[in-house]
């Protein structure tokens, strides 16, 4: 196995000017998994209820998602998430959350992924993603999201959970919330000095920025005339972006870069659809091609 | 002459987390004139008061900008606008704008330059802009800006000017207003159908979008650790692009693209400096050298 992601996997409710869609296949791990399943192999590491529906499962082993770090808890339910999106589709109003089987959830990983290399820890309380670490034997490259409610409620948690993370992806208000810096250049070199040898910022519809010590990578996001759901869309950055990188096993900086890319293809598919639609039925032609064509919108030549 | 920029020339008074400057040198005609003084040969076509200070004068001839087109009014006073910044220095909050000269301004284009083939109309009363354009024997390329002011107040007046104009430079809450379409793409192809071949989309510290027909660019903003002072950005921007257009007199789509990109240079290093003092003290090498380091920021290579 070259890639475990922690994460939830869940049922969501959402409502957008353009639909809604009730209790449907969501999660970080959800969109993570799948977006990676198109570059690696990959396990999920979570917790779901009995209410998780047999044919959601098997959308996800269709993708050759190693579910044994998968625990269904009898008598519980998944974590059910509620929101609603105005027009500019950048911020979600949360209406509802039930954690359901997530309250009590102790990550076990299984031994035969304890060796993984590659390890994508989705947003969620700091102490589960460093129980998760604690229990693997080196992993090469691991990265992280977070949230605005860790930052502020388990904020030694957090910085403790930095100082073992190789990659932070966080969004732009996080990285500020997190500094007390607005300027996000200067603010994310202090969070390197938190640990992380990379920062990546998620700015919803600019896209994202790749900060280290001695460099700043920008990638847009990619125009598209018809956003159907933002849901998932960081998870599905994340998963095509280190499911490239576990995929080729190369962490020189142009390999980053091209995982940056992969990353934003899966995003701007992702939200074509609600739910996992799109992310479900994606071909390696169609990732070139949107590859391809995050090169013909970014491309200049020298002067 | 190559290229003719309507516009102000103004005093402004500003205050920024950073500073305050009173009566500093300011106005859309002097930072694009200013922009572009180092790609082509720029004329101004505004008004002036007698307040005006022989010394800003001079830094305007200094860059060979012609000011034959500059009118002075005896008795009159500057434009003058007052502004102030918050930390996120994104928006600023108009304390105080005292029209002045421009109150009577009657755009007379002096006889040498009624030829010019590159004109920038920035912001300003689209009767104004158009009436510039009457006097103008056929310009190659015609660029305009505009503001939310006349959209909502002159919206018929704005829609005569679009017709008439090649590249259509706005903000990003600006192109949302006049079409009415939250998504930026496909309100971006409604203003295309309005006139203007190219629309140029200002996102601030997210960069720009070109937007035509059958292609997207986009173009980040430069990270900067250290922003003093965004006044004058988008007209710096647009001194930059269309400067270095009317300098080389390339319209192939590649050429745009450099364009676009040496624009987002001289906004990058107008808003290091309070007023024009940045702008007016740039060397060749150091404008090459961020060009160079926009390829370094944005470039990543094929699969």
Redesign the interface.
């Known amino acids: 196995m070259r890639l475990l992601v922690l994460g939830t996997v869940a049922y969501d409710t959402v409502k957008t000017p353009f639909g809604r869609r009730e209790q449907a296949l969501g999660g970080s791990a959800t969109y993570c998994a799948l977006a990676a399943s198109y570059f690696t192999e990959v396990a999920i590491l979570g917790v779901v209820g009995e209410d998780f529906n047999d044919s959601d499962r098997e959308l996800l082993i269709r993708h050759k998602v190693d579910l044994s770090g998968l625990s269904t808890i009898a008598g519980g339910r998944c974590f059910h998430w509620q929101g609603e999106y105005g ?3 950048n911020t979600a109003v949360t209406l509802r959350t039930d954690l359901n089987v997530l309250e009590s959830f102790d990550p076990i990983v299984p031994e035969h992924l304890r060796e993984v290399p590659y390890v994508f820890l989705a947003n969620m309380d700091p102490e589960i993603q460093i129980k998760t670490l604690d229990q693997l034997t080196g992993p090469k490259v691991v990265a992280a999201d977070t949230m605005n409610y860790w930052i502020e409620q388990k904020r030694g948690g957090l910085l403790d959970l930095l100082a073992r993370v190789h990659i932070l992806v966080i969004n732009e208000a996080e990285v500020r919330q997190l500094t007390g810096d ?5 603010a994310g ?1 202090r969070i390197l000095s938190y640990g992380p040898k990379m920062l990546i910022v998620k ?1 919803g ?3 994202v ?1 790749k ?1 280290t010590d001695d ?6 996001a990619y ?5 159907f759901d933002p849901t998932g869309a960081g998870d599905s950055f994340a998963g095509g972006f280190i499911g490239h990188l576990a995929g080729n096993g190369n962490l020189q900086p ?1 390999a980053l ?2 995982a ?2 992969m990353g934003s293809v899966m995003a701007s598919y992702n939200v074509e659809d609600f739910s996992t639609a799109r992310l479900a039925s994606l071909s390696r032609q169609e990732i ?1 091609e949107r ?2 064509g ?10």
Request: charged content about 30%; overall charge negative.
């Open positions: 027009f500019d589709l607005y300027n996000l250049l200067r070199h700015r519809e600019y896209g920025l900060i460099s700043v990578f920008a990638a847009p125009p598209l005339e018809s956003v142009e870069r091209q940056i890319i070139d590859y391809r995050f090169r013909r919108l970014t491309e200049f030549g020298d002067l």
